[in-house]
């Protein structure tokens, strides 16, 4: 069987420093903050620089590649929204902009010894049952 995120439908409360981004998945694409003052992509959103902490902060697109840094394969949840979608599995990948991000990993087996690290992936579209926008990856 290979993982295709039918079922997921976590419930996401974004803070204000996040809707950017949240409203980027939406539209289709992967905004990241950057820094201005040294041009510093980085995730989680916040509201200084982590690299010189400064406040001039935009957000831009990112290619939505990278390579998978790890992965954890979820056979069970007891989380609202995630119950009928096990299994699934949930990633950590590397963006080719610098930072790393957390997500879904779909169009991989069930079975966790048949995924590798390392393996370039990129951003694939991913919407819940209930209309929200997850960010979500694929082996290239």
């Known amino acids: 069987m290979t993982l ?7 419930v996401v409360s974004p803070g204000p420093d996040g809707l950017p ?9 992967l905004l990241l903050p950057r820094c201005e003052a040294c041009r510093t992509f980085f995730f989680y959103p916040r509201v200084l620089c982590p690299s010189c902490g400064s406040r001039r902060l935009t957000w831009e697109e990112s290619g939505g590649h990278g390579t998978l840094h790890t992965f954890c394969m979820q056979f069970r949840s007891h989380v609202p929204g995630l119950q009928s979608a096990a299994p699934f599995a949930t990633c950590l990948v590397d963006l080719a902009e610098g930072p790393r991000v957390m997500g879904y990993l779909l ?21 819940t049952a209930g ?7 694929r082996p290239v």
Request: aromatic residues 6%.
């Open 4 to 10: 295709d995120g039918a079922g997921l439908d976590p």
């Open 21 to 29: 981004f949240w409203e980027g998945l939406r539209r289709g694409v």
């Open 107 to 127: 169009g991989v087996p069930e079975d966790p010894e048949l995924i590798e690290c390392g393996v370039p992936v990129r951003r694939t579209p991913l919407e």
């Open 131 to 137: 209309g929200r926008s997850l960010l979500a990856f």
